[in-house]
């Protein structure tokens, strides 16, 4: 079942599974940020309300910056392939291959309904039942949900939501950020949450030895001021990268597009590329494998940091030149 989110008929849909299950599992999209991580902490606080006895299972091992959020001890990294689960739900995810161990997951299909909950535009429809809306972040979404499944949201909810919405939309800057995605963080802070308390908590509170690894991303920044493009490299040995060098980068006001890779010391490379202005940068991560959001997007490749650097970057440069002829 395919469903327009935001309509009587997806509301419907989602009271009938939710009524209807008492073991759900819940995951997200492999490296896993505060969306995933905030949004999968609140809809099993929401499911339980219910009478449901959710799983949360996130096969990565989460970053440190993701530790203060109530519940995460509760993440578990294995499941059980035995159990009765009767349905699974997959958030912040544009396809299910995003999952890390994704084929435990497509092996439970035709067994209980798989829920595709998301908010990318280029999200593929995987799933049973597909709730999409092109929106903040799937913390935006949740909050929706719940006022029409009339869910009450806790202040434990509700701080996991705000940590959700507030990291996607970049502490309300970017250009994701509407009217309801406003109105949805006043209604989280009406439960008594502290706004000031959160961002001190999620941007206030890095370990200096974070600065160090910031250090190495600047002093390799590279600056192409005709295309407006900055990009960086971090070699596997720089430490953990506590402060994302793609969102302090993207401030300087030289660059529309910023590229950071990142040496995963596994053979693979992250890529996390950010756009200001008119370049689709899902359009790029997508000649890649990877995707997500037109002004925010990610790719991990296979191969050497050099030779990664070089392709995705030639490719950046095809785009930025095409905006700039």
């Not at 995933?36 to 299972?57: C, D, F, N, R, V």
């Not at 299909?109 to 799933?127: E, K, T």
């Amino acid at each position: 079942m395919r469903l327009s989110a935001k309509t009587t008929t997806a509301v419907e849909a989602l009271r009938r599974l939710i009524s209807g299950s008492r073991r759900p599992l819940i995951t997200v999209h492999r490296d896993p940020d505060t969306d995933a991580i905030g949004s999968a902490l609140a809809w099993a606080e929401l499911l339980k309300q219910t009478g449901a006895q959710p799983t949360i299972w996130v096969a990565d091992e989460l970053d440190a910056y993701l530790r203060w959020l109530p519940g995460v001890d509760a993440i578990q990294r294995d499941w059980d392939d035995a159990a009765s689960y009767d349905a699974i739900w997959v958030l912040d995810c544009s396809n299910l291959e995003r999952v890390r161990q994704h084929e435990r997951i497509t092996g439970w299909q035709g067994r209980c309904p798989i829920v595709n909950i998301d908010h990318h535009a280029d999200n593929s429809l995987f799933g049973d039942v597909v709730v999409v809306d092109v929106i903040s972040s799937v913390g935006e979404f949740l909050v929706w949900i719940a006022e029409q499944l009339a869910l009450p949201v806790t202040p434990t909810i509700a701080t996991c939501l705000y940590a959700a919405i507030c990291f996607d939309t970049g502490r309300f800057l970017y250009s994701n950020t509407t009217a309801q995605t406003l109105e949805a963080a006043a209604i989280l802070v009406r439960t008594g949450i502290n706004p000031g308390d959160l961002g001190r908590q999620m941007f206030e509170s890095v370990p200096s030895a974070a600065l160090s690894v910031l250090n190495v991303a600047l002093s390799r920044m590279v600056i192409e001021p005709e295309r407006r493009l900055a990009y960086t490299s971090l070699p596997a040995d720089v430490g953990v990268e506590t402060i994302k060098a793609v969102d302090f980068i993207r401030q300087i006001e030289d660059a529309d597009i910023v590229v950071v890779f990142r040496d995963q010391g596994d053979g693979t490379i992250r890529v996390n590329l950010r756009s200001k202005r008119d370049i689709a940068v899902n359009t790029i991560a997508h000649q890649f494998g990877g995707g997500g959001h037109a002004k925010a997007s990610g790719i991990k490749m296979v191969g050497s940091l050099e030779t990664v650097m070089d392709k995705v970057l030639f490719a950046v440069r095809n785009a930025t030149d095409a905006v700039h002829q």
